[in-house]
């Protein structure tokens, strides 16, 4: 059982992938509508679902009961979507990704941008350092005193130069039995309130520097779905109830210790997995979300929430090896993560198609198996869906935006803008 635990600590994905075929008249009613708003376009492509968007965006903010929500920026990597987003009453803020991201959004005037993890680009900290709006609007992760060290050292020749916000990451991760049982996501090192206390009193000792927010996300919550059965679904539900108990009582005390040594203006926490769970928590002021606007694959294994696919990509068939298989153009679109089924795009329309076992999700072709094969002809399209969600705009220039079996425009991704920062 440890050795089940440690995987899943490691954020592995559950051991047995749910099925989640639509009923069959649904499928078909989706699939007339997506090739029908889509007949003007060749695939491969990608749509964004509005319907689908907003109707997901509506249940983040519903389970966030009240607390703004900071929109992830990885798991959209749309400028547009951002905007449509950003417009809508419940969300306020950017998590950006890396801190070039941030400084392109702040100067096509996107505000109060996060960048969610820690960054050595020295060029681009003495360009936000340099650049007033910028300065003001993005705030950098530190989560070690040599990120500080680092930071002075891209700034220490320019003049002038800003004031710059940062923001404090703190350790999620849930430990058990001594240590042997590890629960989250490795990202900061810091997890007692003394460490946090002690990293802000450094902080408040350099000049230039200013503490203003602090992050703690749970990724052994908000990122691995519970819907899942057996003894590993058992324990880990039981890992989730300790590590939230735990968490909402160590977070309340690094804030408490923190406040004692700069003004916070955000405490930010959670993930589309764990909204309502993180929302309850007094000491969190805001939540983080994104991958529930697209609702990708891996997030049907929830068992408090469901999402509507949004994001999907179509390939075209173009070979008929058998009566019952066919072969569609690419396909290996990956997510990132440990490797598993479960970052294998999902054949999602028309239901009832697999992979075969001998290729998978190939480089420029993709075999599909299944009886749904045998109404398939070369031209026609099959609809997937993504594992992750902003990592489908790294494939596609654009996502085609769908209403009801409408195509009412087109949003450029960050590729189609000729933007990749990682």
Not at 346 to 366: D, K
């Given at each position: 059982?440890?050795?089940?635990?440690?995987?899943?600590?490691?954020?592995?994905?559950?051991?047995?992938?749910?099925?989640?075929?639509?009923?069959?008249?649904?499928?078909?009613?989706?699939?007339?509508?997506?090739?029908?708003?889509?007949?003007?376009?060749?695939?491969?492509?990608?749509?964004?679902?509005?319907?689908?968007?907003?109707?997901?965006?509506?249940?983040?903010?519903?389970?966030?009961?009240?607390?703004?929500?900071?929109?992830?920026?990885?798991?959209?990597?749309?400028?547009?979507?951002?905007?449509?987003?950003?417009?809508?009453?419940?969300?306020?803020?950017?998590?950006?990704?890396?801190?070039?991201?941030?400084?392109?959004?702040?100067?096509?005037?996107?505000?109060?941008?996060?960048?969610?993890?820690?960054?050595?680009?020295?060029?681009?900290?003495?360009?936000?350092?340099?650049?007033?709006?910028?300065?003001?609007?993005?705030?950098?992760?530190?989560?070690?005193?040599?990120?500080?060290?680092?930071?002075?050292?891209?700034?220490?020749?320019?003049?002038?130069?800003?004031?710059?916000?940062?923001?404090?990451?703190?350790?999620?991760?849930?430990?058990?039995?001594?240590?042997?049982?590890?629960?989250?996501?490795?990202?900061?090192?810091?997890?007692?309130?003394?460490?946090?206390?002690?990293?802000?009193?450094?902080?408040?000792?350099?000049?230039?520097?200013?503490?203003?927010?602090?992050?703690?996300?749970?990724?052994?919550?908000?990122?691995?779905?519970?819907?899942?059965?057996?003894?590993?679904?058992?324990?880990?539900?039981?890992?989730?109830?300790?590590?939230?108990?735990?968490?909402?009582?160590?977070?309340?005390?690094?804030?408490?210790?923190?406040?004692?040594?700069?003004?916070?203006?955000?405490?930010?926490?959670?993930?589309?997995?764990?909204?309502?769970?993180?929302?309850?928590?007094?000491?969190?002021?805001?939540?983080?979300?994104?991958?529930?606007?697209?609702?990708?694959?891996?997030?049907?294994?929830?068992?408090?929430?469901?999402?509507?696919?949004?994001?999907?990509?179509?390939?075209?068939?173009?070979?008929?090896?058998?009566p019952e298989v066919v072969t569609v153009l690419g396909g290996g679109y990956i997510a990132s993560?440990?490797?598993?089924?479960?970052?294998?795009?999902?054949?999602?329309?028309?239901?009832?198609?697999?992979?075969?076992?001998?290729?998978?999700?190939?480089?420029?072709?993709?075999?599909?198996?299944?009886?749904?094969?045998?109404?398939?002809?070369?031209?026609?399209?099959?609809?997937?869906?993504?594992?992750?969600?902003?990592?489908?705009?790294?494939?596609?220039?654009?996502?085609?935006?769908?209403?009801?079996?409408?195509?009412?425009?087109?949003?450029?991704?960050?590729?189609?803008?000729?933007?990749?920062?990682?």
């Open positions: 059982m440890i050795s089940r635990v440690r995987l899943y600590a490691a954020g592995m994905a559950p051991p047995t992938i749910l099925p989640t075929d639509l009923p069959t008249d649904l499928a078909a009613d989706l699939r007339r509508r997506y090739d029908r708003a889509t007949a003007a376009i060749e695939p491969p492509l990608a749509i964004l679902d509005l319907d689908a968007l907003h109707a997901n965006a509506a249940d983040l903010v519903r389970r966030a009961g009240g607390k703004p929500i900071r929109v992830a920026s990885k798991s959209v990597r749309c400028r547009a979507v951002l905007e449509r987003v950003l417009a809508l009453d419940g969300f306020s803020g950017i998590l950006a990704f890396t801190l070039p991201e941030a400084l392109w959004l702040a100067g096509h005037g996107f505000t109060d941008i996060v960048v969610a993890y820690p960054t050595a680009d020295r060029r681009a900290i003495a360009a936000l350092a340099a650049d007033p709006v910028a300065a003001r609007e993005i705030t950098l992760m530190v989560d070690d005193v040599a990120h500080l060290d680092l930071i002075e050292s891209a700034v220490r020749d320019l003049r002038p130069r800003h004031e710059l916000r940062l923001c404090l990451d703190v350790d999620a991760g849930y430990l058990a039995f001594g240590g042997l049982l590890r629960a989250g996501a490795l990202r900061s090192p810091v997890r007692e309130p003394a460490q946090a206390a002690e990293l802000a009193r450094a902080i408040a000792a350099r000049p230039g520097m200013r503490l203003v927010g602090l992050m703690a996300y749970e990724a052994q919550i908000a990122g691995v779905g519970d819907r899942v059965g057996g003894p590993y679904g058992q324990v880990l539900r039981w890992v989730q109830r300790r590590s939230q108990r735990e968490l909402a009582l160590r977070r309340a005390a690094v804030v408490r210790a923190v406040r004692r040594h700069a003004e916070l203006e955000f405490v930010n926490g959670g993930g589309t997995g764990s909204v309502e769970k993180t929302a309850q928590e007094e000491a969190v002021t805001e939540i983080a979300a994104g991958s529930g606007l697209f609702h990708p694959r891996l997030f049907d294994f929830y068992r408090s929430f469901r999402g509507r696919p949004a994001a999907l990509f179509a390939l075209p068939v173009v070979r008929r090896p058998g993560g440990p490797p598993g089924a479960d970052r294998l795009p999902q054949p999602y329309l028309p239901g009832g198609l697999r992979y075969s076992r001998n290729e998978g999700a190939g480089e420029v072709q993709t075999p599909l198996l299944g009886r749904a094969a045998r109404d398939l002809a070369v031209g026609d399209r099959v609809w997937f869906r993504h594992a992750k969600a902003g990592e489908l705009c790294e494939r596609f220039d654009v996502l085609h935006l769908v209403e009801g079996d409408r195509l009412v425009g087109e949003a450029p991704t960050y590729r189609g803008e000729g933007r990749a920062f990682l």
